[in-house]
C-alpha cells in the first residue's frame, strides 16, 4: 500500500488573541469528551475515562485551565489529530484497538518532540471510537485521537517556558515531520499487532475488493471538529483557523483523503 495512506496525523491551534481563545477552546474540549460524533452524547461513568493525561490534565475543565496558564502570546493551544487508515484497523483485533491507537499516538508525539529537542513536553488527548459513514463503505471501524497540547514548553536550556511553534517551510516542515514519524510508527505498531507479513495481507485484500469492484474510499476523521452542536453557551467562537492540513498529491486511480 502507499504508506502515506496509512496515517492522518494534522495539527491547527487555537489562537489566544481576542479574548475568546480560552473559551472557544473549553467548548470543544467538552465535545472530546461527551462525544465522538455531533449526534450521539456519551454519558460519563466510572471505568469510561475519555482522557489520558501526560500532563494537561484529565477532563475537558482541567486542560482548558492548564492551556490558559501555559499560553503564549499568540496560541492558547495546538490541536493533533492521530487517525489510521480505517482498512488497516480492520486487521487489528477488536480487543486490541484501543491499546493500538493510544501506543501509536504517544509514540508519535513523543517521537515528534524529541526528534525536535522539546523534552517532557506536557499533553492530554482524548479517545474517540466512531464508524465511518461514507457511501462506498460505510461502519468501518474508526479509532482515533484529539490531542492537546499548551502554547509553551519549558525549555531547560533558557530557564523559561518559550513560545510553542509549528514551521512549515522549505528549510523545516514540522507537518511532515509529524506524519512521517506517524507512517513509522504505525508500521511498527502493525507489525506487532497484526504480523511481519502485515503490508502482504493489506495488498491481497485490496486485490480482491478491487476484484469485485468494490474499492471502498479511505476515510479519516469526519466529525466536524468546529461545528460544534448548536446552543453550547461556552462556544463563542469557533476555531479560527487551520495551521498545516496535510494533503496527500494527487495521483490518478488513487482514493482521497476526507480529512475534516
Excluded at 473559551?23 to 461527551?34: A, I, N, T, V
Excluded at 455531533?38 to 475515562?49: A, N, S, V, W, Y
Excluded at 524529541?114 to 462506498?136: C, K, L, M, P
Excluded at 506524519?179 to 485484500?205: C, F, M, N, P, T
Amino acid at each position: 500500500m502507499d504508506r502515506k495512506l496509512s496515517v492522518v496525523a494534522n495539527v491547527r491551534y487555537q489562537s489566544s488573541k481576542g479574548g475568546g481563545g480560552g473559551r472557544s477552546l473549553k467548548g470543544l474540549l467538552r465535545y472530546f469528551q461527551y462525544r465522538d460524533d455531533r449526534d450521539g452524547h456519551i454519558k460519563q461513568e466510572q471505568g469510561l475515562e475519555r482522557w489520558v493525561d501526560k500532563g494537561l490534565g484529565r477532563n475537558f475543565q482541567s486542560v482548558a485551565a492548564s492551556c490558559d496558564a501555559l499560553k503564549s502570546e499568540h496560541v492558547q493551544a495546538f490541536l493533533f489529530v492521530i487517525n489510521p487508515n480505517p482498512d488497516l484497523i480492520r486487521f487489528v483485533p477488536d480487543e486490541r484497538r484501543e491499546v493500538f491507537v493510544k501506543d501509536l499516538t504517544e509514540q508519535t508525539v513523543e517521537a515528534f518532540f524529541e526528534a525536535r529537542g522539546v523534552n517532557d513536553i506536557e499533553y492530554s488527548y482524548a479517545y474517540h471510537n466512531r464508524v465511518t459513514d461514507d457511501d462506498e463503505a460505510p461502519g468501518r471501524d474508526n479509532p482515533h485521537t484529539h490531542v492537546v497540547l499548551p502554547g509553551t514548553y519549558d525549555s531547560f536550556a533558557d530557564g523559561e517556558r518559550l513560545p510553542l511553534y509549528m514551521n512549515r517551510s522549505k528549510r523545516e516542515n514540522h507537518i511532515e515531520m509529524l506524519h512521517s514519524i506517524a507512517q513509522q510508527k504505525i508500521d511498527l505498531l502493525l507489525q506487532r499487532e497484526v504480523g511481519l507479513d502485515w503490508e502482504q495481507r493489506y495488498d491481497a485484500w485490496e486485490l480482491a475488493q478491487d476484484m469485485q469492484n468494490q474499492q471502498p474510499a479511505i476515510v479519516a476523521v469526519t466529525e466536524p471538529l468546529v461545528d460544534i452542536p448548536k446552543g453550547d453557551p461556552d462556544v463563542a467562537a469557533k476555531w479560527d483557523r487551520w495551521f498545516g492540513l496535510w494533503q496527500e498529491p494527487k495521483k490518478p486511480k488513487e482514493p482521497n483523503i476526507d480529512f475534516f
